[in-house]
């Protein structure tokens, strides 16, 4: 059983950076495939960003790469989602997942069925 709690959205200015955070508890943490999500007003939920159990793998979104970077501290049980040339476009509830996973293969880990999930934290970016 993983419990995932996310921190660090707010309101910023366009062109600004955030770094989010996904803490879990639970077992074999290293173990797990991490995810962000985002879903704004009125839109479906996105997959943004993943990193392998590893950390070697990761994958971005078209829309935030070369902008976000996704990483994870094992010894602190978190992974990390540093936003920066933040857009209007992504404001929305940013959600973290994870999902144990086996394969080197990460290509499609942003539409992975994931198994646990955060509460969410709202990110805002105004014009």
């Known amino acids: 059983q993983l419990h995932l709690v996310e921190s660090g959205g707010g309101l910023v200015q366009s062109g600004g950076s955030l770094r989010l955070s996904c803490a879990a508890s639970?077992?074999?943490?290293?173990?797990?495939?991490i995810a962000w999500f985002r879903q704004a007003p009125g839109k479906e939920r996105e997959g943004v960003s993943c990193?392998?159990?590893?950390?070697?793998?990761?994958r971005y979104a078209d829309s935030v790469q070369d902008r976000f970077t996704i990483s994870r501290d094992d010894a602190k049980n978190t992974v990390y989602l540093q936003m920066t040339s933040l857009k209007p476009e992504d404001t929305g509830v940013y959600y973290c997942?994870?999902?144990?996973?086996?394969?080197?293969?990460?290509?499609?880990?942003?539409?992975?069925?994931?198994?646990?999930w955060g509460q969410g934290t709202q990110v805002t970016v105004s014009s």
């Open positions: 997942a994870a999902k144990g996973v086996t394969v080197p293969d990460h290509t499609f880990c942003l539409i992975w069925l994931y198994g646990y």
């Open positions: 639970g077992f074999f943490f290293d173990k797990y495939t």
């Open positions: 990193i392998s159990s590893s950390g070697v793998s990761t």
